[in-house]
């Protein structure tokens, strides 16, 4: 798995602290001083990776897989100003003259190829639209579609001054499509950030997950829903009462533990279930016309899914400690 993140306002040292209980334990960070937001590429272990190149606006890497077949990948961060497009088009004609094999681009563009993929009162420059065409053309790059919302991008403005834009994209040759041919891309929706996330998915897979081993591990997640502590004391004084011999603690321990992992497991469904449906509430009010009526009830939501999220990672990373 290789993650790309984009206008990060973190340098490297600030990175690691803030995310490094992250699974990505190889990453890059291009950020220079005084600059505005950087890049981070970050991938796990099993992904065989090399970064060829990098500047504040892509990072070029080659990737090998499993069968020995190998392709570019480019993270790409095109100039947002109207002035400097040109120098994303002639940034990414300069990136092809180190490709020598299949080619997957991904990023924000910062521009579009349509009019259909810009709302907003503002008509689209066609100049521009035209150039980021010829850009792709000229590289041999095609748009692999998507699934999802349509527009990547939005102001959050009130009514009129509301803009949506699909800035952002994955674009590929045509040998990595035949390569790939299954591959997908979808656009999840994001309360934290007026980007959403895209995920590229080349292979299908299937995981099944079990649980081999039932012994009883206190959760730290635990402590975070509000019956924890009056479930432990109820299971705790059901057996016995007064002077308890180490045997009683131990039954006393292993009731708790029964008791407390079905709460677990059954709480850890339900906020499963709480967040899938916070997400499609989001998605939901991310489409809508923004007025201040559905902007207060995404502050709202957005925050019951940020507890819930939190509850979700503490769970995770105890899980990934102890597995």
Not at 206 to 224: G, H, Q, T, V, Y
Not at 307 to 320: F, G, M, V
Request: aromatic share 12%; glycine share 6%.
């Amino acid at each position: 798995m290789v993650c790309f993140l984009m206008e990060i306002l973190l340098d490297k040292e600030g990175f690691v602290q803030l995310y490094d209980n992250l699974p990505f334990p190889n990453q890059i960070i291009v950020k220079y001083p005084d600059s505005g937001g950087g890049l981070a590429l970050i991938w796990k272990n099993d992904v065989k990776l090399e970064v060829i190149s990098f500047t504040t606006n892509h990072i070029l890497a080659k990737v090998k897989e499993d069968d020995g077949f190998e392709w570019y990948l480019t993270c790409f961060y095109g100039w947002p100003e109207a002035n400097q497009k040109e120098k994303s088009w002639q940034h990414l004609a300069h990136l092809k003259s180190f490709i020598d094999g299949p080619w997957l681009c991904i990023g924000d563009f910062n521009a579009f190829l349509s009019s259909f993929e810009k709302l907003s009162k503002h008509p689209p420059q066609h100049g521009q639209v035209a150039a980021f065409k010829e850009a792709l053309d000229l590289c041999q790059l095609e748009d692999l579609g998507f699934r999802g919302y349509h527009f990547t991008w939005n102001n959050k403005q009130l009514g009129d001054a509301n803009t949506r834009v699909r800035l952002d994209r994955v674009v590929a040759t045509k040998e990595w499509r035949e390569k790939f041919q299954l591959s997908s891309i979808t656009h999840l929706s994001s309360h934290a950030s007026n980007h959403l996330p895209i995920i590229p998915q080349t292979k299908s897979f299937s995981l099944n997950r079990f649980m081999k081993d039932r012994k009883f591990k206190f959760k730290e997640f635990w402590f975070i829903l509000d019956d924890c502590e009056a479930m432990i004391r109820v299971a705790w004084d059901r057996i016995g009462h007064g002077f308890a011999s180490l045997s009683s603690i131990k039954e006393k321990i292993e009731t708790c533990g029964v008791d407390l992992f079905a709460l677990g497991s059954g709480r850890s469904n339900l906020d499963n279930e709480e967040i899938k449906q916070m997400q499609k509430m989001i998605e939901t009010l991310n489409e809508a016309k923004i007025t201040a009526k559905n902007r207060e009830e995404f502050l709202v939501v957005s925050k019951q899914l940020d507890e819930l999220l939190l509850k979700q990672e503490i769970y995770r990373a105890q899980r990934s400690r102890i597995s």
